[in-house]
């Protein structure tokens, strides 16, 4: 594999060196170079590719030799994130210390070297299928339709059928999806089969999320409590980006809220990222409620055969090949 392809020479490499070579690469694997840009956050930069492809951005992702995996503080949680956690540990008559805690749900420090990658720079839903108002499929239930217009008379935005269809308001018109539930394998096989692509496992999945941070999170060991966050919005801020939504060091948009879970390439349904949202609807606040999105979190072997369209999601990868 080219060392140049690998973090720490790519980073070296002269702002030209790094345009043909990302030239090069969108010729060698059909995708369309649209620009070198400057990614930065959290303490670590990045200045890569980005590419079109299907109607999908990507990102170029250089490889590396990390160190994965959490097993206690390297800076210490501040006075707020003890706070919490000191009220919930005394809720729950844990006695333990805090590292203990945390760490029965972290994954083992290891060294792992993580290949280069294109990357989908946003989560996707999986088995929702837009569809015009007047597909046959959906005129032909005019329940569907009579709930609707029930719906708009009361201003209502949205409408969401469980694994069958949803509609959400479109200004003065309507928006429909119809669900088409699929298993674990089925997905994995429809990926390859419509974009050659695949997902990231859960060691790329991690480097993605947090790029070899040694923290508890990308940008410290707690939660930072003047960000603007997924169900935790106030008033004032409702016009705000969500903060952990922003791309990361390497452009993507990954780990910013725990009800959306990640699926990852695994022997079973696995999924990384997000809980579907059960530390929060079980009062665990911002803290445990955030914790899935760890980049060290434990990937969630799921028990389900299906996956989940409200909660499940998915981020499609394009692993380079050895090449000169």
Partial sequence: MNENLFRPQF??????DKLWLMQTLATRYHLTFK???????WGQSCTTGLFEKGGREFVFV???TVILGWEGFVQGMDKANQEELADIFAEIEYEGSVEGFLRQGMTPVRQVTIGPMFVGRKLEEIGWESVPMNDPRITAHPDWLDALRKLADRDGQSLKIHETVR??????SWKAWLCHPMTYPEF???LLWDLAASLPTPDEWAYLCGGGCRTLFPWGDGMDYSMHLHHFESPEDEDKPFDMEEPNFFGVSIAYDPYMREVVKAEQFTTCGGDGGRGICGGLGIFLGFLPCSPHCKPKVQEDKELNGDYDFYRPIIRLENHD
Avoid at 11 to 16: E, G, P, T, V
């Fill in 62 to 64: 250089p490889g590396n």
């Fill in 167 to 172: 509609f959400e308001r479109n200004g003065d």
């Fill in 11 to 16: 980073d070296a490499l002269k702002l030209s």
């Fill in 35 to 41: 620009e070198l840009y400057a990614f930065s956050r």
């Fill in 188 to 190: 994995q096989r429809s």
